[in-house]
């Protein structure tokens, strides 16, 4: 062998070990960059999933609804916790198990990708993108208190007690139990001497776990010990408030359309939506009570509708659908039942 062709086979050698070697230098960032790609992927496919089927519940955000928890603040749990309660549920909790497994709809990798999206979620574009789906959830039924209305009940004894207690009552309570306690069709009446008579540590117990198969759910996860404690001293002393002439002012709700299209577009949605509960032109069925029904009709505000289509029934087979029907699609179902009241029976059985 010549000398030329030794030196040659000399730089090949070496010219292979320096590949090898920037490859080697290389490879900790192209795992990186495959690592990043996938968990990119992985955000991407769940915030869809998300949107389609959680947000209605935590949030276009994560920042939970009503009783149920926010999620932005669950990134800090460990992998292995998330997924088993994505799995399973949560026990007691209105959490459903969500794996095929468990009788859910998410397969493994589907729950792999939702914790990936838990714990590494930029929630505003998560927000973005439920948007942009058009699944960004209504908003839940709030009645605003006046500033001078908390000033009046501030000046009572424990008034800052008090006036915690009337506020949350107004942000989260109004909707089934009425503007002023009265109750409605869909939750008693909490300003009664008999409520105010039971003692204080069983009204916390119902506010935190609830009472199944109502519309009452556990407002443990949203509320803590203090909040829970004013709820009960405000429904216990509501008595007082009354006596000083102070009532919470009544939320109107918008108009709801009434023309025909919008009529005729609610009985669209409430045949694919709804008929197979409610039955045909809502009479009712063993699984859910007839709407079709003067007495429900009559004395069922347009905004507990809207609540109920919307948030769900806890505990019962009546799922939220906010997430799926828009504010103009919920409006017109609304409409459609409206638009049957006139002729509706006092009192229906299921067909």
């Not at 960059?33 to 769940?46: L, N």
């Not at 289509?309 to 939220?320: D, F, H, Q, R």
């Not at 029907?325 to 638009?339: F, K, M, T």
Request: aromatic residues 6%; negative net charge; contains cysteine.
């Amino acid at each position: 062998m010549s000398d030329n062709m030794k030196w040659m086979g000399f730089l090949a050698t070496v010219l292979i070990l320096a590949t090898l070697f920037i490859a080697w230098l290389r490879e900790p960032n192209r795992q990186v960059e495959a690592a990043t790609e996938i968990q990119t992927i992985a955000i991407i496919e769940a915030t869809d999933l998300y949107a389609e089927n959680c947000v209605v519940c935590h949030g276009a955000s994560g920042e939970g609804v009503g009783v149920y928890p926010s999620l932005s603040a669950a990134s800090t749990m460990d992998t292995e916790t998330l997924f088993k309660t994505i799995e399973r549920g949560r026990f007691n909790t209105q959490m459903a198990a969500f794996s095929v497994n468990e009788g859910g709809i998410f397969t493994d990798a589907q729950i792999d990708n939702f914790v990936t999206l838990i714990q590494n979620a930029n929630w505003r574009q998560v927000s973005l993108r439920v948007d942009e789906l058009g699944l960004t959830p209504p908003q839940m039924i709030v009645a605003p208190i006046p500033e001078e209305t908390l000033l009046q009940v501030s000046s009572l004894p424990n008034g800052d007690l008090l006036s915690s207690g009337l506020t949350l009552y107004g942000e989260n309570c109004t909707s089934c139990h009425g503007i002023n306690g009265e109750g409605t069709t869909l939750a008693p009446a909490l300003n009664t001497p008999e409520l105010r008579a039971t003692d204080g540590f069983e009204l916390a117990r119902i506010i935190e776990q609830g009472v199944p198969g109502t519309l009452m759910a556990g407002w443990n996860n949203a509320l803590d010990d203090v909040q829970v404690g004013s709820l009960v001293t405000f429904l216990q002393r509501w008595d007082e408030i009354d006596a000083m002439g102070i009532s919470i002012p009544v939320v109107e709700a918008e108009p709801i359309n009434m023309s025909p299209e919008a009529i005729a577009q609610g009985e669209r949605l409430f045949s694919i939506t709804c008929t197979s509960c409610h039955g045909t032109s809502g009479y009712g069925s063993p699984l859910a009570p007839a709407l079709n029904n003067s007495l429900f009709l009559s004395t069922t505000s347009d905004t507990q509708i809207h609540q109920i289509i919307s948030m769900g029934v806890p505990g019962t087979l009546m799922p939220a659908w906010g997430a799926r029907l828009n504010e103009a699609d919920i409006n017109s179902i609304i409409a459609y039942l409206r638009s049957l009241e006139a002729t509706a029976p006092i009192i229906t059985t299921a067909r």
